[in-house]
């Protein structure tokens, strides 16, 4: 996919970490960076900068920090006393491979690692501290964490629509948002109407998304998908499918992803790519 | 102590974080910074700022964003995957009393909020930017995290002069380091000999601080200590004190007191204070 070159190569670069003789906790951050998925939200950061007139390499710096705090959230929620998983995106999870010890550690090394990555950044400290503020506000306990808090409480109790939206809104929704923002900021966008309208597209995206992932978990085919279908109701999770239903599912995801490709005509720039991932990422398989 | 107030009232602010449904994660941060110590860190940051010629009040954002760091350090490090500690100040520690998974999150929010901190100082951005870069680079893999990494791989076997001296620069003197660099930093001083010299104040200070912990371990009073002696000892830890003994620790502390007071010669301000704050700490009972 476009950028993604780019970005593993900046990634790589990052991570190259010379710290002698306490090199395991630098390699766990590798392993799991590395194993990465789509690069989704870096992606999102280089296209929303180049949708907002700016040139895409400047939001290399952005897009990699905004990388690392995804990939420590996942370490993290791995931990046995999180989600407990041994396995992600089919390979032994960070504490499975390195101890649980230093799968924490190499979660607080990301996510310290993204916010010196962020100031690195060949752009006006202005719009750096913009970024830092931004990013740490949509991670933090009113973001992504707050996500992950309601999400630990649901278990306890059977969530509604409105409590698995807000779910979903902070624990992907927030990071999503990041990433559209870092990329506006580095391109030097203040317009207030333009950074909401990019706030719509990456909420509008990230339910869309949570709500194909809870399709795909009931219709999905086993190669396609690389994982086993049937996951949530065996787990007996509450799915935006169990509580809509699949013809709503699809309908609603449909309406979402309409709505991100129209919050894209306030830009300035090409978002011709953005609207076909947004289109894309509806109907994927997988 | 001098400060000691200011730095509480402003930390109390940050953390008072209305997150409505998913309280349980600030309660925790909360508890476990208000679980404090001599807030010696911030206390350096604040005088500093001063000692170069800056306001203490412009440096408390700084401040308290690295308390907040030393805080989540020690909510990870008391983690049962780490040191397994129930106790911290003589109060359950923070997944004793919240649950593990609220425990890692809380730390994961103390970091984020640390630097959410540091962006919102009213002051000259591209300060800000350094101070990002600074405390990121002092906490990381190369810094307090990867001092951290040694102590778990040195319990594997028994470590020399060398390797103590060089955990206890990382795990704790690098965050003193960011402590007092932080300070000259809002005070706006970017002449690379004075930040040497705040360097050396702090890495000095912190050696002499975990030498005299050592010394205590074995001479203290469990009176004054509030905690029990011994405890090196009978956990079989490689210490300063087996290292080099009683009388050669006692030398070295003094020798790294008058080389932190001697560092302090540079400064344009008052560091009568800073002065006095590492004679006591060498001569501390507790």
New interface residues.
């Given amino acids: 996919m476009k950028h993604v070159d780019a970005i593993n190569r900046a990634l790589s670069e990052y991570l190259t970490?010379p710290?002698e003789?306490?090199d395991?906790?630098?390699d766990a951050?590798r392993y799991s960076v590395e194993n990465g998925g789509k690069r989704v939200r870096p992606v999102l950061t280089l296209e929303f900068c180049q949708a907002c007139g700016g040139e895409a390499e400047a939001a290399l710096p952005f897009a990699c920090a905004i990388e690392m705090v995804h990939t420590?959230s996942l370490i993290?929620d791995d931990?046995?006393?999180?989600d407990d998983d041994d396995f992600r995106r089919g390979k032994p999870s960070c504490h499975k491979q390195f101890g649980?010890?230093?799968a924490?550690?190499a979660?607080?090394?990301l996510?310290?690692?993204a916010?010196?990555t962020?100031?690195?950044a060949q752009l006006?400290?202005?719009d750096?501290?913009?970024a830092?503020?931004t990013?740490?506000?949509c991670?933090?306990?009113?973001g992504m964490?707050?996500g992950?808090?309601?999400d630990?409480?649901s278990e306890e109790g059977t969530p509604d629509y409105a409590l698995l939206e807000?779910i979903d809104r902070l624990k992907t929704g927030a990071l999503m948002e990041a990433a559209v923002l870092l990329g506006c900021i580095a391109a030097g966008v203040t317009d207030e109407t333009l950074l909401n309208s990019a706030r719509t597209y990456a909420q509008s995206l990230g339910l869309a998304f949570q709500i194909v992932d809870d399709i795909l978990d009931v219709t999905g085919d086993v190669s396609q998908l690389g994982k086993p279908t049937g996951s949530d109701e065996k787990n007996q999770k509450v799915t935006f499918v169990r509580l809509l239903g699949l013809e709503q599912c699809r309908m609603l995801a449909d309406k979402l992803t309409d709505r991100a490709i129209r919050a894209l005509e306030d830009f300035p720039g090409d978002t011709a790519f953005l609207a076909s991932f947004a289109r894309e990422l509806s109907v994927r398989k997988s």
Same sequence: chains 1, 2.
């Fill in positions: 970490i710290c003789g306490q395991i906790v630098p951050m420590y993290h931990l046995p006393c999180m649980e010890s230093y924490l550690l979660g607080d090394g996510l310290t690692l916010f010196e962020l100031a690195s006006p400290a202005v750096i501290c913009r830092v503020q990013l740490a506000s991670a933090g306990v009113r964490i707050g992950q808090v309601l630990l409480l807000k």
